[in-house]
Nanobody, 116 residues
Framework: QVQVVESGGGLVQPGGSLRLSCATSGFTFSLFVLSWYRQAPVKERELVADISNIGGSPNYADSVKGRFTISKDNSKSTVYLQMNSLKPEDTAVYYC?????????WGQGTQVTVSS
């Protein structure tokens, strides 16, 4: 049974930090491309960052470059998103995504709210 479970969201003040985690099971984690997406109210879901299964540099949306860092631990089948210097416009539900060929798994999302 495949499980993709995000955690670490919450309320944070502008300029603060959060670390999201995505724990997975039920598939061969190391073979999948791992991504974080987000969706703000009345906006489309957008790609925030992804990390390849074959190495190379992660990719980031321009809006988060220099502030967010994606990483993964294959031994724990977990992917992380370190978010620094958070802004109110980062407020959204953040989703973890795993993909390989035509297989795609999504988590349920975790809410991140940046507000004073």
């Amino acid at each position: 049974q495949v499980q993709v479970v995000e955690s670490g969201g919450g309320l944070v003040q502008p300029g603060g930090s959060l670390r999201l985690s995505c724990a997975t099971s039920g598939f061969t984690f190391s073979l999948f491309v791992l991504s974080w997406y987000r969706q703000a109210p009345v906006k489309e879901r957008e790609l925030v960052a992804d990390i390849s299964n074959i190495g190379g540099s992660p990719n980031y949306a321009d809006s988060v470059k220099g502030r967010f860092t994606i990483s993964k631990d294959n031994s724990k089948s977990t992917v992380y998103l370190q978010m620094n210097s958070l802004k109110p416009e980062d407020t959204a539900v953040y989703y973890c995504h795993a993909a390989r060929l035509r297989v795609s798994y999504w988590g349920q999302g975790t809410q991140v709210t940046v507000s004073s």
